[in-house]
């Protein structure tokens, strides 16, 4: 299996533009995880799907995020519109169970001018 | 503190040298589990610790879990530059509904030649 498979790797994008970021997960596995980390507050658990059904969004900053999970095979995260403060690294990871050992995606770094 | 929480914050050793961190958490587990980081990569998952498991190891890695004082710490044996990343604890909670993992803030470690 590849792994994990986020895109795009990099996004550099100016204030108010929508942004979309993709995911694939790991083959037969039921729970997958968006998270975003920055120096200033570290890992950040966004939401997170479980048998595509989004379980838990508690950590999404703003209505300016939202996510979707339309099959278990992909996932997207959206930002509309962006903000300079959303700068971070976005990453997707993916687990066969809820508590089980979670696997991560490269991450996709993101810069919002 | 939050749940999952490490010390030290950073850690510098010398290469041969074996290093030491430690995570606390709060409220009652499933189980906890610690990845390491490496600069500008994805988490990569080291080893999971059940909770009615009191010590586990792979490799130079070794785990300990201390239920009674909310506690584990993971040892490096031997440490090498190729050490050198930030560790995270991560707790999966007892919960009915299903747990997702809560990443603490990472110890950040360095390992000199």
């Known amino acids: 299996d590849a792994g994990v498979i986020q895109s795009p790797r990099h996004e550099v994008t100016e204030m108010g533009q929508e942004v979309t970021l993709r995911c694939k997960p790991i083959s037969g596995h039921n729970s997958l995880f968006w998270y975003r980390q920055t120096m200033m507050r570290g890992l950040e658990l966004l939401i997170y799907?479980?048998?595509?059904?989004?379980?838990?969004d508690s950590g999404m900053p703003e209505d300016r995020f939202s996510a979707k999970m339309p099959n278990a095979s992909f996932s997207t995260l959206k930002i509309q519109p962006s903000e300079p403060r959303d700068s971070a690294v976005y990453f997707c990871?993916?687990?066969?169970?809820?508590?089980?050992?979670?696997?991560f995606g490269p991450g996709t770094r993101l810069t919002v001018l | 503190s939050q749940q999952g929480e490490e010390d030290p914050q950073a850690l510098s050793i010398q290469e041969g040298e074996n290093a030491t961190m430690n995570c606390s958490y709060k409220t009652s587990i499933n189980n906890l589990q610690w990845y390491r980081q490496n600069s500008g990569r994805g988490l990569v998952h080291l080893i999971l610790?059940?909770?009615?498991?009191r010590e586990k190891h792979s490799g130079r890695l070794r785990v300990t879990l201390d239920t009674s004082k909310k506690s584990s710490s993971l040892l490096i044996t031997a440490s090498r530059a190729a050490d050198t990343a930030s560790y995270f604890c991560?707790?999966?909670?007892?919960?009915?509904?299903?747990?997702?993992?809560?990443f603490g803030g990472g110890t950040r470690v360095l390992v000199k030649p």
């Open positions: 799907f479980n048998n595509n059904v989004p379980i838990d």
């Open positions: 610790i059940r909770s009615n498991e």
């Open positions: 991560a707790t999966a909670l007892q919960r009915a509904a299903g747990n997702k993992l809560t």
């Open positions: 990871a993916s687990s066969f169970r809820l508590a089980d050992e979670q696997f």
